[in-house]
């Protein structure tokens, strides 16, 4: 029991450091903030897990900032990322501002440059209003252009979602 809380601290801890401890040795980093709360999140998810599946887990590492709600983390989000943070302080600091969010660096946050800001598709025009097929699948397309060594810019798009309180 006792090793038990001691573990659940230092999980806790490992997902409140400051932006500054937060990096990746890894090429790309890939992050998406996730609230359970949030309908748009949840409708998220299955494009979150498609995407996290098939990204190369030599090349990408795949973190979740998760906001605090009343419903668990499901076990196939937990089983989707490398790195779970629960601080939306570094959240923010990151540029992050809405859930669902995504971002996309080369190399470290905290000294990469970041590729790409935005939603994963198009499927909210606006909060609470939803499309039933997202016809532009933002992320698909910027990581399949970076796949073939196209070398992208930055591209950002609106984020439709709920928003990250400061």
């Known amino acids: 029991m006792k090793a038990n809380a001691v573990l659940v601290l230092l999980l806790f801890l490992g997902a409140c450091q400051s932006p500054e401890r937060i990096d990746s040795d890894k090429p790309y980093t890939v992050a998406m903030t996730y609230v359970a709360d949030c309908p748009l999140s949840v409708k998220s998810s299955g494009v979150w897990l498609d995407l996290a599946r098939n990204l190369p887990s030599d090349s990408f590492d795949r973190w979740l900032f998760v906001g605090e709600c009343d419903r668990p983390l499901s076990a196939a989000m937990r089983a989707s990322v490398d790195r779970m943070l629960g601080s939306l302080d570094s959240a923010r600091s990151l540029g992050f501002t809405h859930y669902p969010m995504l971002q996309i660096w080369k190399g470290k946050p905290s000294s990469g440059r970041l590729l790409y800001r935005g939603p994963l598709d198009n499927s909210a025009r606006a909060t609470g209003q939803t499309r039933v097929k997202a016809d532009s699948l933002f992320v698909h397309d910027f990581l399949t252009r970076l796949r073939k060594g196209e070398n992208p810019t930055f591209e950002s798009h609106t ?8």
């Open 159 to 166: 984020v439709y979602g709920c928003y990250i309180e400061p």
